[in-house]
């Protein structure tokens, strides 16, 4: 089962995510933080990359006197077990109980209904 991450670490993994790079540098995460208004101290950062990789979501390997992040739980593996998560916790595993409540409490943005609808409709197809 994948951890759950703080929000802190979560901004890393985006950032990783994010990378059109296969392995990510320390300076690219740091100047990534700051970009989305989130600047950390470098100790902070060491701390947090290193929850990180304690809990399975990244590898380092050391170059020199750099260290190079790769993740190794996917954005979207990471987003699903969440989600599951999220659903079990909830709606007692009911995915029916959310789009009802994302419908019903008019939570859903203009297009967004029917856009759901067409993927509810393509998933039927394909059964």
């Known amino acids: 089962m994948i951890q759950q991450i703080s929000d802190a670490e979560l901004e890393i993994m985006k950032i990783v995510w ?3 790079q296969e392995v990510t540098l320390f300076p690219y995460i740091m100047d990534g933080l700051a970009a989305r208004g989130r600047p950390c101290q470098k100790n902070t950062l060491i701390v947090l990359l290193s929850r990180l990789m304690n809990k399975g ?3 380092a390997r050391k170059i020199g006197r750099r260290n190079e992040y790769t993740a190794l739980v996917s954005e979207t593996e990471y987003q699903t077990a969440q989600t599951k998560n999220f659903l079990d916790k909830i709606y ?5 109980g959310l789009v ?3 419908i019903m409490g ?3 943005a203009d297009g967004e209904y029917e856009e759901l609808k067409r993927l509810l409709e393509q998933g039927r197809e394909q059964l």
């Open 100 to 102: 009802s409540n994302l």
């Open 92 to 96: 007692e595993g009911s995915a029916k």
């Open 18 to 20: 994010g990378n059109p």
């Open 57 to 59: 979501f990244l590898s």
């Open 106 to 108: 008019d939570l859903l």
